[in-house]
């Protein structure tokens, strides 16, 4: 198993950037594909990036527009969400998972942080 811990979010205005961090413990940290979703309040669970294990291949939801940046450090045991030019939109409780597979997907993902909060402010 591993555990995953979100850090990073906050309250902030329209076109600020915020960086949030996700730190993993237990297993092999590179054994995992990781990614990043948002739940806004009312609304389901969203994929919002993912990297593989390597870090080499990643990938975004289409709504981002290029704004969001995944990364990740296999040696820190981390991976990064920079996220720019946020928009109210982008308001949501965002989660860190991570994926028994190496394999980048939007989707199967079988372990999940507690969430932090982003606020973006008009």
């Known amino acids: 198993q591993v555990q995953l811990v979100e850090s990073g979010g906050g309250l902030v205005q329209a076109g600020a950037s915020l960086r949030l961090s996700c730190a993993a413990s237990?297993?092999?940290?590179?054994?995992?594909?990781m990614g990043w979703f948002r739940q806004a309040p009312g609304k389901e669970r969203e994929f919002v990036a993912g990297?593989?294990?390597?870090?080499?291949?990643?990938y975004y939801s289409d709504s981002l527009n290029g704004r969001f940046t995944i990364s990740r450090d296999n040696a820190k045991n981390t991976v990064n969400l920079q996220m720019n030019s946020l928009k109210p939109e982008d308001t949501a409780v965002y989660y860190c998972?991570?994926?028994?597979?190496?394999?980048?997907?939007?989707?199967?993902?079988?372990?999940w942080g507690q969430g932090t909060q982003v606020t973006v402010s008009s």
């Open positions: 998972a991570a994926r028994n597979s190496g394999d980048i997907s939007p989707v199967g993902y079988d372990y």
């Open positions: 237990g297993r092999t940290f590179s054994d995992y594909a």
């Open positions: 990297t593989s294990w390597s870090g080499l291949i990643t």
